[in-house]
């Protein structure tokens, strides 16, 4: 069965403290991951994707085929980082995608 | 702006009452979706329209009936409403010549009472 897996509910550090968002995933085929953020009270937004191996807002996410994971990392955390952040699989399920969302990790930055 | 926009943001209603969520996206995509986010925050899909036509209906109670009067629209009524309908339910969109990447809607924040 296709799950994503984010052991973490809430994650609080100091600012400038490295930070990384744990995620792990299990599906058959070959995964295509996501991260989501969601600001409070906002919609949720694309953060980053595994295939376009980009580094946004100073997060990057490395897909792990080993370890199965796909942990968020962030070396110094600032205050605006606090959100939710879901870790999301794409399923194409009789042609069409969907998205299969972690149940989500709240990081508090403090100052 | 080009986005995704539901109506209203925010509705608190009576149990029993009958509820609707309209959701518009003005970018061209083709799928369509409806997402619960429950109280603990946890998302689910609920259901996805690709040129108006049902594509994947998760395990709802068929008290929730989505409507896509065509490719752009993606209106979700709900009959009945009870107390653990309370939730954001969040439209969103994609494009699969786009890379299907799925773009969010605001939220509509549901409150039975």
């Known amino acids: 069965a296709q799950r994503v897996t984010q052991p973490e509910k809430l994650l609080s550090v100091f600012k400038g403290a490295p930070v990384e968002l744990k995620c792990n995933y299990s599906?058959?085929?070959?995964?295509?991951l996501f991260w989501y953020v969601q600001y409070s009270r906002q919609r949720l937004q694309l953060l980053l994707r595994?295939?376009s191996r980009e580094s946004i807002k100073g997060f990057t996410a490395d897909l792990n085929k080993g370890e199965t994971s796909f942990h968020l990392k962030k070396p110094f955390a600032q205050e605006e980082d606090s959100a939710m952040y879901y870790c999301a699989l794409r399923k194409i399920s009789g042609g069409y995608n969907k998205l299969i969302f972690g149940a989500g990790t709240r990081l508090a930055v403090h100052p | 702006d080009t986005a995704v926009s539901q109506t209203p943001k925010y509705l608190v209603t009576q149990m029993g009452n009958d509820k609707s969520i309209k959701c518009e996206q003005n970018?061209?995509?083709?799928?369509m979706y409806w997402y619960k986010q429950d109280s603990k925050k946890f998302l689910k899909i609920m259901f996805s329209y690709n040129n108006k036509e049902l594509i994947i209906n998760e395990t709802v109670p068929n008290r929730f009936s989505p409507k896509s009067p065509d490719k752009a629209h993606l209106n979700l009524h709900i009959n009945s409403l009870e107390l653990g309908d309370s939730a954001v339910y969040f439209c969103a969109s994609s494009s699969s010549s786009t890379g299907n990447t799925i773009y969010f809607g605001e939220g509509s924040w549901l409150t039975v009472v």
């Open positions: 595994h295939i």
């Open positions: 970018l061209g995509h083709d799928t």
């Open positions: 599906y058959s085929g070959s995964p295509e």
